[in-house]
């Protein structure tokens, strides 16, 4: 039994030693970033994602930061939580989830239609730009989707008496927060 074992009060799985090595570095940053000014719902929102590499972390959080001190960032958060509200809601209330892919021979509207073509190719973007550690760029194609986003929540109705309809429009919204969840857990984020 090692010193840690006897700490532990019992000898730790294989890798936990690992684990509990790293959690202690991620608290240790997340007061850091603190101490930098940065805000504790984006940290929980950066972390969330579950990212090991260090450097990539404080990336992610000062290029989410940036991006929510713009008006594309903080409309998209509006826009976000709309969506995600909505998604909830229903998905308590029918029991079940709406994610996936929308069916295109479905949409109806042109401006539903014209978010469903942008989502993807967002969705792209800012997956291949987070894979290469290029936040601001992900923040920026994220931007991209402010006036679709807008345009359909103004005059675009999701719970529409047609059930295909509405389920179909539920998984848009679903889109929504699949995409921009690629950078940061917006779910996370108070203002």
């Known amino acids: 039994m090692t010193i840690l074992d006897r700490q532990l009060g019992e000898a730790p799985e294989q890798g936990s030693v690992k684990d509990l090595l790293l959690d202690f570095i991620a608290d240790r940053l997340k007061v850091h970033l603190r101490e930098q000014g940065v805000r504790h719902d984006l940290i929980a929102a950066v972390f969330a994602l579950r990212e090991d590499d260090l450097l990539r972390l404080l990336a992610r959080a000062e290029a989410l930061r940036s991006f929510l001190d713009t008006d594309d960032g903080m409309n998209l958060l509006t826009a976000y939580r709309r969506a995600a509200n909505i998604v909830a809601i229903e998905e308590r209330r029918d029991g079940r989830a709406y994610d996936g ?25 800012v997956g291949a730009a987070v894979n290469q550690g290029k936040f601001a ?28 309809l509405r389920e179909n429009r539920l998984r848009l919204l679903s889109r929504i927060r699949a995409v ?12």
């Open 101 to 125: 892919e929308p069916e295109w021979e479905r949409l109806s509207d042109p401006l539903e239609s014209a978010l469903a073509r942008m989502l993807p190719q967002v969705g792209g973007l």
């Open 137 to 164: 760029e992900s923040m920026a194609a994220l931007a991209g989707l402010r006036r679709p986003v807008d345009e359909f929540f103004e005059r675009v109705t999701v719970n529409v008496a047609d059930r295909a």
């Open 180 to 191: 921009m969840n690629q950078v940061a857990d917006f779910s996370q984020i108070e203002g």
